[in-house]
């Protein structure tokens, strides 16, 4: 395992949503899926109702112009509903599941990403993807991951106790599979998310080439705007075999 620093940018402003969440570049034949206005107005209510204890109705199909690649996107546990401004999680830390029943064919890598609010103790994704393949339970860990952009969101006090900062976060992992023996007919994506944390979009990219692209450290920060602070992130590498 070969571990490296990676810096990032903070920044302070206002920004769209969906806007931080960039195209991976892959090469090759690809597949992309895209989840964006995940909230109350735009979306039946599958998720239920406060707190989204409930089990979804069904999951919530990639809903990005392009989409192409059958992206399903589902609460596993927890709570997790429909807010005014994206998927709320609140009192309990909670596990969602990006998954495709139909991958691209000679599937090599994946990269997801995440664009999520942090919640309580200023984390967001509590637990870090799992990769799993053709209905098995391997929980590969992704080859790659960094946090690509950071933007301070404000004050909240999610449980009485005085209010906390929180920040807007996109998470981005990737994971190459092609030393795995045999076709991929179907593979889930398994993550858990910080109580009091919001998910606002994603985004599920395939290809039938692998091409390392999380962003380098010079890369991340020129995403992230204008930099008024550097947060220190680690970016690990691992392999996925069969």
Do not use: C
């Not at 596990?95 to 967001?124: K, N």
């Not at 985004?203 to 602070?229: K, N």
Request: proline letters at 5%.
């Amino acid at each position: 395992m070969n571990i490296k620093p990676l810096v990032i940018a903070l920044v302070l402003g206002t920004s769209s949503l969906q806007s931080q969440i960039i195209n991976p570049g892959l090469t090759g034949n690809t597949f992309t899926d895209g989840w964006q206005n995940l909230t109350n107005l735009n979306l039946p209510r599958v998720t239920g109702r406060f707190p989204g204890s409930a089990s979804w109705t069904a999951p919530i199909a990639a809903n990005q112009v392009g989409s192409n690649g059958g992206g399903q996107y589902v609460k596993t546990s927890g709570n997790g509903f429909t807010s005014g401004s994206g998927i709320y999680s609140p009192f309990v830390d909670s596990g969602f599941r990006v998954s495709s029943g139909a991958p691209l064919a000679g599937l090599d890598t994946i990269v997801l990403q995440v664009y999520a609010s942090t919640g309580e103790q200023g984390i967001g994704i509590l637990v870090p993807p799992s990769l799993n393949l053709n209905g098995g339970s391997q929980a590969f860990v992704a080859t790659d991951f960094a946090l690509v952009y950071s933007l301070f969101g404000g004050e909240f006090d999610p449980d009485g106790n005085g209010l906390v900062s929180f920040f807007n976060n996109v998470y981005a992992y990737q994971w190459d599979v092609s030393s795995f023996v045999g076709s991929i007919s179907s593979f889930q994506i398994n993550y858990d998310v910080r109580s009091h944390s919001t998910t606002y979009g994603l985004r599920l990219d395939q290809s039938d080439v692998y091409t390392q692209v999380i962003p380098e450290p010079t890369t991340a920060v020129l995403l992230g705007g204008v930099s008024l602070a550097a947060l220190l992130l680690k970016r690990r590498r691992v392999s996925v075999r069969s």
